[in-house]
């Protein structure tokens, strides 16, 4: 794993050797390979075999830096800022920052995290990418900075605290995943993407360096050409994510992001792609959902006939406590509580396959949800602000059909709510008898959120809701396409955490070709009737993969199943979840944290069958495991106390 770490001092003599000690010995405590530079202020760290030459002239005198990169377009940028040949990612994104400043890292493509240092300037500038994978985080003290890719790797710093912040820890458990800057640490901060950060002896300052095109203009007059640009897009996102010709393998399924991934690896002629996908455990106490079909192995099988370079390994998810059991070991690899963890644990099989076969690169089409394959529900509010009232009622009404709910409800729920003040909405739905607000009554009434609920007012969670712009419900969430590409850049935190963990522990780098950022930024300029037409969502991925994917893939309206046994495995553990809650009750710092005498009624009134259970689903997923799963948590960082 490449990584890098560093310390900066604004003390006019700063211990200097100190710090490089301190880097060094933990470094040499893991047997890593590591690099070190250092100024009168600063040490950097580079740790992990460099990729390329990291030397060249873009390094300006007086300066730091430390990065990793994996960039698309490296070759291009290369000849735009003349640099001499064969310098890694890591050396190119630096180049482009020292030379062009915040345009330079708008030029970049790909995964990216810096960190340089300007001895003269005494300016610390730490910069990410736009959302595709990296992560970047710093703690400022009194007179100091500590910064690392990888989180484990700051907190191992002993100047740096690991002191929770209970604020964040319940607004996570509350529901909000919109923490673009704050971690769970108190003083810890994450670069937020698309974001430089400046950090002198005076003072902190984010910025944005680069934000999507909303063109006011069509791109193309013809539908098909429209389809045709999204096909050479797809087609460049997939060669751009293997460019190093690494070992790889598709975390794969049968809905239309992964298909189309592998799909597209096919048709570019690769003999062999390796293809991981879980299915459910044979017999259990499972439940599948109407909208939903129960296994992903007949779709797979299926493009394995259309494609025989589609190797499939099928693992069942026969037993998923062992993920739960080994949560240390989750939190040695990457610090921070995992939401649904227990839905999660799903994958753990898949990527222990995967690294026991040497995978060093796995794909996935997540990013694809925002973009390609965009369900179209932005279209309803799209058509009413350009006055096509006839189509609109048009759209309403094919999609009441097809879903086999109300007209009205449909124009309630994707036009009425969308367009109101959400003060104005939240009152509406709590006059209807819903709980749209978060207080301590509806927190109270509301099973998804195991918090105490005084705790509400305590620590004043619906002010830090609005701060980070977490709307409750969701459904009030203006329906435009700069609310769509604040999703798609702005809050995908989460998933890049989740995949620096599966590097941390598995040594696999996540790739996904769907958040290719030419990809992404053309989506959000193809028209909203494209994505969704007759009340069909996703229309225009279905399209789009027309000549490459089947046609009963294409046609498709359900969902793949997930978790379809997780009560049955939840039951397996019950007496560990007893357990855990029993300590809840013993610990003050807990009791302040979570409603426990709730959490101990879910475990005496254990539901019958799957599905009651399903019925349940937010009480046990998103209350009881997830309490359970953030206790541990607590109790990690404080060395087993809480």
Same mark, same amino acid.
């Given at each position: 794993m490449r990584a890098f770490v560093g310390v900066v001092r604004f003390d006019p003599f700063p211990d200097v050797e100190r710090d490089k000690h301190e880097l060094i010995r933990r470094t040499h405590a893991d047997k890593r390979v590591f690099a070190t530079e250092e100024s009168d202020h600063a040490v950097f760290m580079q740790m992990g075999e460099p990729a390329g030459s990291e030397q060249g002239a873009w390094r300006a005198p007086g300066t730091l830096f430390a990065g990793r990169a994996f960039l698309h377009n490296a070759d291009d940028l290369s000849r735009q800022l003349d640099l001499p040949p064969g310098m890694g990612d890591a050396a190119i994104a630096g180049s482009a920052l020292q030379a062009r400043g915040d345009a330079g890292l708008a030029m970049l493509l790909g995964n990216f995290a810096l960190a340089r240092w300007d001895e003269r300037r005494r300016e610390l500038t730490l910069a990410r990418d736009y959302g595709s994978g990296d992560s970047l985080f710093f703690y400022r003290g009194k007179n100091f900075v500590v910064f690392a890719s990888h989180l484990p790797e700051l907190l191992a710093h002993p100047d740096v605290p690991r002191q929770l912040d209970d604020v964040v820890l319940a607004s996570f458990l509350a529901g909000n995943r919109q923490q673009k800057r704050r971690t769970v640490f108190q003083g810890i901060e994450r670069v937020p993407t698309r974001s430089v950060v400046t950090i002198t002896a005076d003072k902190t300052a984010h910025r944005t360096y680069w934000s999507p095109e909303f063109r006011t203009v069509p791109l193309y007059a013809r539908d098909q050409d429209y389809i045709e640009r999204a096909r050479e897009l797809l087609d460049r996102a997939v060669a751009r994510v293997l460019k190093d010709s690494p070992r790889f393998a598709v975390m794969a399924s049968g809905g239309l992001d992964s298909s189309a991934v592998v799909s597209t690896l096919a048709r570019q002629g690769h003999s062999t792609v390796p293809c991981y996908t879980f299915i459910p455990a044979e017999g259990g106490n499972a439940f599948v959902r109407?909208?939903?079909?129960? !296994? @992903?192995?007949?779709? &797979?099988e299926l493009l394995a006939r259309t494609y025989p370079a589609l190797q499939f390994r099928y693992i069942r998810t026969q037993d998923l406590r062992q993920f739960e059991r080994s949560d240390e070991r989750y939190f040695d690899g990457w610090p921070i509580p995992m939401f649904a963890a227990s839905v999660a644990q799903l994958f753990v099989p898949l990527y222990d396959a995967m690294a026991a076969d040497g995978v060093k690169v796995v794909l996935m089409g997540t990013a694809g949800n =925002? %973009? =390609? &394959?965009?369900?179209g529900f932005n279209l309803l509010p799209e058509l009413a602000r350009q006055g096509?009232?006839? &189509? =609109?009622l048009r759209e309403a009404k094919a999609t009441a059909s097809l879903s086999g709910t109300p007209i009205l409800r449909v124009l309630v729920h994707e036009l009425l709510y969308p367009s109101l003040p959400v003060w104005a909405g939240q009152t509406i739905l709590r006059l209807l008898g819903h709980r749209p607000y978060l207080d301590r009554s509806d927190v109270a009434m509301d099973s998804s959120i195991p918090l105490r609920p005084e705790l509400i007012s305590e620590l004043d969670l619906p002010r830090v809701f609005q701060e980070?712009? $977490?709307i409750r419900p969701a459904s009030l969430r203006r329906r435009t396409r700069q609310d769509r590409a604040e999703r798609m850049f702005g809050f995908a935190y989460l998933m890049h955490e989740a995949r620096a963990l599966v590097e941390g522990r598995y040594g696999i780098e996540v790739r996904d070709p769907m958040a290719d950022r030419d990809l992404l930024e053309f989506s959000l300029n193809v028209p909203e009737r494209l994505y969704r037409r007759d009340g069909l969502t996703r229309r225009f991925a279905r399209a789009v993969l027309a000549d490459?994917?089947?046609? @009963?893939? =294409? %046609?498709e309206k359900r969902l793949g199943a997930q978790a379809t046994n997780w009560f049955s495995a939840m039951s397996v553990r019950r007496h560990e979840l007893a357990a855990e809650v029993e300590?809840?009750?013993? !610990?003050? &710092?807990a009791c302040r944290m979570f409603d426990v005498p709730r959490l101990k009624r879910l475990l005496d009134d254990w539901p019958?069958? $799957? $599905? @009651? $259970?399903?019925?349940l689903r937010p009480a046990y997923i998103h209350s009881l495991a997830e309490a359970v799963h953030v206790f541990r948590f607590m109790?990690?960082?404080?060395? %087993?106390?809480a």
């Open positions: 109407e909208n939903e079909y129960p !296994s @992903e192995r007949p779709k &797979t =925002l %973009g =390609l &394959t965009w369900d096509h009232i006839v &189509t =609109l980070d712009g $977490a490459r994917v089947p046609a @009963e893939i =294409l %046609g300590r809840m009750e013993a !610990s003050l &710092t019958k069958d $799957a $599905a @009651e $259970a399903e019925r109790r990690w960082v404080n060395r %087993g106390n």
